[in-house]
Every structure is written in C-alpha cells, then in structure tokens.
T-cell receptor
Framework: GIQVEQSPPDLILQEGANSTLRCNFS?????LQWFHQNPWGQLINLFY???GTKQNGRLSATTVATERYSLLYISSSQTTDSGVYFC?????????FGSGTKLNVKP | NAGVTQTPKFRVLKTGQSMTLLCAQD?????MYWYRQDPGMGLRLIHY???????AKGEVPDGYNVSRLKKQNFLLGLESAAPSQTSVYFC??????????????FGPGTRLTVT
C-alpha cells in the first residue's frame, strides 16, 4: 500500500500564530483529502485537493502531486483549531491515512 | 440530507457476545468503508465495499464480517467480541458517479467497549 507521512506529529501554538502541516506520500495518487478531528472525535472534511491550491477562510491547502506532497496552512490560529489533522490519499478504491498532526492552540 | 449516520452511538459488550453496527448514507455513494480508531492512533481500514453486493478486506479484517445488501447500507458484524475490539468505529462513504468525485465523508462514530 501507499505510505503516508505527516509532520510534525505534535504542534503547540499560541493563539494568533500561523502554521504549516505537511503530508508526504509514497506513490502516485488519484486524490487527497485533509480532515480535522475535533476534540469530540468528529472527522470534518477540510479540503478535497488532488492537485493545486484551495482556500477556505483562514485555512488553505496546496497539493503538488508530481512531487508527492501536500501542505495545509493555518493562519491566525484559534483555540477551536485544536485537534488532530489527518491527510488521506486515495488509490485503487482505498484511502490511506497518515498518523496525523496533533495541534494544540493555547489562548 | 443526513449524510452518513451510524447506529448505535455507544455500546458495551461482554466478551463472546455478538453485535451488528449499521451505517447508512443518503448521498448515493458507490463506495463505503469501515474503520477503527484506537486511542491516540490513526484510522485503520477494516473492510470496504465498492458497490452493492460486494465487499473486500482492508488492513485489519480479522474478527469482523460485513455485508452490503443495499447500496445505502453497510453493516459491520462482530461474531464473538474480544476486549481487543474495544475501539471507536467509523463508517465512511465516497465516490459520487454524478459528481465524478471520490471525496470521502465520515459518520459520527460508534464507541464500543468489550469487557
């Protein structure tokens, strides 16, 4: 299967700071998604981004499929951004998940 | 439009008991998935289905069975529960033929404890 590596594994930010999360994958993929798992366990879709750049408010994502990586940018972080961010890639009917980046935004 | 729903939300089983988790989706998706998530861990694929009447094994299929008799439903069965199956179970669906997208959507999860 495809290996998906996320970095950093843990991140602590002061409210208002910016951050970049990275997702590397080991093979060509058809699609890529970013999810946020909030402290209550819900998995929330952030971006469906097989290639290119998308923005949604303070969050944006860029996928460079030819170089096998994706970046998630969080600007002006808020305490509600805390949780775990997962990257998942799709190939041959299955999704492969990274281990996640655990983000803690302190007030 | 409810998206992906899971029943039940919580369950406690004794070792050796059986149960079925139900997942339903109303997005007319072709593919459905069952994952488990253990504390502090990522998601691991148990079984999946690429269409009504089809199922396939994922990364951790042992001790589980699945069925997809209707397109909108995907059932996960535990025939003889073990404490190692204590976990949070997530169902997901993806692949819209109409929209030509593989975007995956998750249900709220089922928290299962086996004592």
């Amino acid at each position: 299967g495809i290996q998906v590596e996320q970095s950093p594994p843990d991140l602590i930010l002061q409210e208002g700071a910016n951050s970049t999360l990275r997702c590397n994958f080991s093979d060509s993929v058809n699609n890529l998604q970013w999810f946020h798992q909030n402290p209550w366990g819900q998995l929330i879709n952030l971006f469906y981004i097989p290639s290119g750049t998308k923005q949604n408010g303070r969050l944006s994502a860029t996928t460079v499929a030819t170089e096998r990586y994706s970046l998630l940018y969080i600007s002006s972080s808020q305490t509600t951004d805390s949780g775990v961010y997962f990257c998942a890639v799709y190939n041959f009917n299955k999704f492969y998940f990274g281990s996640g980046t655990k983000l803690n935004v302190k007030p | 439009n409810a998206g992906v729903t899971q029943t039940p939300k919580f369950r406690v089983l004794k070792t050796g008991q059986s149960m079925t988790l139900l997942c339903a989706q109303d997005m007319n998706h072709e593919y459905m998935y069952w994952y488990r998530q253990d504390p502090g861990m990522g998601l691991r694929l148990i079984h999946y289905s690429v269409g009504e009447g089809t199922t396939a094994k994922g990364e951790v299929p042992d001790g589980y069975n699945v069925s997809r008799l209707k397109k909108q439903n995907f059932l996960l069965g535990l025939e003889s529960a073990a404490p190692s199956q204590t976990s949070v179970y997530f169902c997901a669906s993806s692949y819209s033929l109409r929209l030509a997208t593989y975007e995956q959507y998750f249900g709220p999860g089922t928290r299962l404890t086996v004592t």
